[in-house]
């Protein structure tokens, strides 16, 4: 254990625990008393059939999901029950830094999207009960495990909504997160994962973050200097203020656990690599969000596995930040997600 | 001085030295005894205005441009006179490696496009007397010093051929570029510049060459694993001996250099700033060639200047090969090249 005070009640709560005793994981190993971080919002009916699950992207947790929960927004606490799952691994539940020594820091195990949707899906039938899902959406890799929902429990989704990311990684997409993961393996006090301190990676993270300020926004970007708008002074500011300040508090072995989790990301294990089947198994209705001018997710590679899906609609959100336009700093770019997934959670599924 | 035996007649010759002497450079140092190395195929006319200008790109030299060079090609030594010079800085001409410790290794000055294009502009006037170029044309850091060598001398140069690179790099080139420096600056053998053998920051430049694999190639190459078509039988078989092999030879340093000169390219220095300004003093006529899909260079960024130049048409280059395109790996690439080459030296200029 190596406790690191950014993953907290202070920070990212309220969370509760759900406990899914030892959890075997599907590339072998077992998380003994394995911990499920939840936030939710809302009430569940009396047939338990008006539920959203929403999971969290890279680098995240469910706190950051919260800014699409309100009265009056498309997941409205007052209609829906809204379930936001901490994935495994990424700091909140079970994580590198929380977990006896057996399974801490380097010796964490590997953790699929496949091993997230199983705990989440005991996590919303288990404890609550829950009969049918109206909507499972979510960013980046949240959008993998929305994927992983449809593909992996296609009679209980009825609505999918992945934004701003794909069922499985592209090539490309692979080599993408291989040099995400150098950025924090190249710190010489990353120590293969057994660094002293939780902030030693800092050097390390720094460069993780500058490498998404390349990777995650769009040319247009930085070319009509959109980070005015966002109250940065300069681009220095922005990368400093805004980028390394999120990426450095963070645990470098949750990120990498996620990265790896994210690089592997794949519903066609479900089909022995077919990726047209397993798209092909997927009942929901899909609305597939990709953002316009995202470097990391384009368009075309979404629209690649749209062209797979049965029932699936294309819904580009116009917005410069490419990948990070689900943080909403633009509130226009808030306002036509949530007024998209309202359309959505409006058609008959 | 750290010789690297990299840097050789036998991997780059033959090459020839010009001495400018003490040569004083745009950002205030001087680089004594200042050596410039050159290639030259063909012979200059006795009017002296048959000379072809082809300066190299970023981790090349002199030696990568020669394969567009050749009797029946665009580049024909029996009509012109083909002048290959090298990049102060980059390895064969006085670069941090060979340099008196005064100015080696981390000492090493800053050098701009603009010095590189005043000492290109020596060897071409006072030591071969050249009174007309017929075509300056470059890759990418070569397309930098095309345009600068048109905005700079627009009374000398007639045509132009940018291929995959700006006359001033955008905001999100600058973070690019950054990004590629810091992939070798993380490894903890780099020391500041003052790594103890030449090979030392192998790691820093595996990181370097795994980024390039990245951000160099598109997305759809690796899609359809078009590395397969140039002999490669694994993707982890063309990331090490493709990309890793390129780059692990080579001076951090000098990459590093060139790195920075890169980030500063800027035709505008000239005009305080105002790009249209310093476009617009172009008399040459400009075939603005960018690679299709390129991530580093897209075809967007070129168009905007190309809007920007007096006479210019845009020739963008169809491949899958990105930024790199112009290796010519796939035939049809070099060809495509080579006969929009043939075509922008049949007009008259």
């Not at 990311?165 to 924090?184: C, D, F, P, S, Y």
């Not at 040319?219 to 009509?224: G, M, R, S, T």
Request: hydrophobic share 40%; with cysteine.
């Amino acid at each position: 254990m190596l406790d690191n005070p950014f993953y907290s009640q202070e920070q990212h709560g309220p969370y509760q625990f759900y406990d899914l005793g030892d959890f075997d994981l599907e590339e072998g190993s077992t998380i003994p008393d394995c911990q499920v971080a939840y936030a939710t919002f809302g009430e569940l009916n009396t047939t338990k059939d008006n539920a959203i699950i929403f999971p969290h992207m890279f680098s995240g947790t469910s706190k950051h999901m919260e800014m699409y929960v309100g009265e009056g927004m498309a997941l409205d606490p007052t209609r829906y029950f809204i379930l936001l799952p901490n994935m495994i691994g990424a700091g909140l539940s079970t994580s590198p830094h929380n977990s006896p020594n057996s399974i801490a820091m380097a010796n964490f195990p590997n953790v699929t999207i496949g091993d997230d949707i199983r705990a989440q899906h005991r996590l919303a039938t288990e404890k609550f009960g829950i009969t049918s899902v109206q909507l499972v959406l979510g960013w980046s890799m949240g959008a993998q495990q929305a994927f992983e929902w449809a593909v992996r429990y296609p009679d209980l989704v009825k609505r999918v909504a992945p934004i701003g990311g794909t069922a499985k990684g592209t090539a490309h997409n692979h080599i993408l997160v291989e040099n995400a993961m150098r950025q924090i393996r190249s710190d010489s006090a990353w120590e293969n994962g057994n660094y002293k301190q939780p902030n030693a990676v800092s050097e390390g993270l720094k460069n993780l973050a500058r490498y998404f300020s390349m990777i995650g926004l769009s040319k247009e970007f930085y070319a009509q200097e959109t980070w005015r708008a966002a109250g940065f002074n300069s681009l220095e500011e922005f990368e400093t203020n805004f980028w390394e300040a999120w990426f450095t508090p963070m645990d470098p072995n949750a990120l990498l656990a996620s990265l790896r989790k994210w690089q592997q990301a794949d519903v066609s294990k479900h089909t022995d690599g077919d990726l047209a089947s397993a798209m092909g198994r997927i009942k929901a209705l899909v609305y597939n969000m990709p953002f316009e001018k995202d470097l990391m997710f384009t368009v075309d590679e979404c629209k690649f596995e749209h062209q797979l899906t049965p029932n699936s609609e294309m819904r580009p959100i116009p917005t410069l930040w490419g990948h990070f336009g689900m943080l909403g700093v633009a509130a226009e770019d808030k306002d036509f997600i949530d007024n998209t997934l309202k359309e959505l959670l409006s058609q008959v599924a």
